[in-house]
């Protein structure tokens, strides 16, 4: 199946600083990509749709200027946690699907704990 | 407004019997359905989908789901549960009509049920 690489797979910051996480597709072109956030009891949380060439689409309730989305080719999108604080810390995962009627394939998630 | 229901928090089977991991959903157009496994502090992993064609799919490690479309259900299930099954377990659904633009639309995803297999 198609493969989505996320990287990093764990990453500690200090409050304040931002971190960048990485969603690759690396055997096919995704001009969508989405990154959700995965919360404590669970679920998965849409927050963006990731569109190459053009601005990111996001899910109400998710700060724009917090959650800097960059898409800048066809297999890679970038989320920026800006000024980080406690409260981001989460499980972040991004997924890409090959074409329209594609399965969504998924990153292996990105582990952020902002102390 | 799509939505996808797994009733279930945790479901707990012995190994060696049968198990269903339980999902219904809403979407306007027609589903475009899947399931997805979790192992922890790892990413998701497709494990199946339906789009059009026989109800019962068959997908990796050996489970299947069965799409009930006068139910609105798209059960996971397995003969035969191994401990290396326990997991987290996600269902999904997709409308599949596509975006004026050309793109799709966002995947919705159930709450996740977590499967306890005990030896």
């Known amino acids: 199946g198609a493969v989505v690489s996320q990287h990093p797979s764990r990453v500690i910051c200090k409050s304040g600083t931002s971190v960048k996480i990485e969603c690759r597709s690396l055997d096919f072109q995704a001009t969508t990509m989405f990154w959700y956030r995965q919360f404590p009891k669970k679920s998965l949380m849409l927050m963006a749709t990731s569109n190459e060439g053009s601005k990111a689409t996001y899910e109400q309730g998710v700060e724009k200027d917090k959650f800097l989305i960059n898409h800048a080719s066809l297999t890679l999108s970038t989320l920026t946690v800006t000024s980080a604080h ?3 810390s989460s499980f972040y995962i991004c997924s890409a699907s090959p074409t329209v009627h594609g399965g969504a394939f998924f990153g292996q998630g990105t582990r952020l704990t902002v102390v | ?7 279930e928090d945790q479901v707990n089977v012995a190994e060696g019997n049968p198990l269903t991991v339980k999902c219904t959903y809403s979407v306007s157009g027609n589903p475009y359905l ?3 496994v979790q192992y922890p502090n790892r990413g998701l992993q497709f494990l199946l989908k339906y789009i059009t064609g026989d109800n019962l799919v068959k997908g990796s490690y050996g489970f299947e789901a069965e799409f009930n479309k006068s139910q609105t259900s798209f059960h996971l299930k397995k003969p035969s549960a191994l401990v290396s099954d326990s997991a987290l377990y996600f269902c999904a659904v997709r409308d599949l009509r596509p975006l004026n633009s050309g793109g799709y639309q966002k995947v919705t995803f159930g709450t996740g049920t977590k499967l306890q297999v005990i030896p």
């Open chain 1, 86 to 88: 406690p409260e981001d």
């Open chain 2, 1 to 7: 407004a799509q939505s996808v229901a797994q009733p």
């Open chain 2, 34 to 36: 899947f399931w997805y």
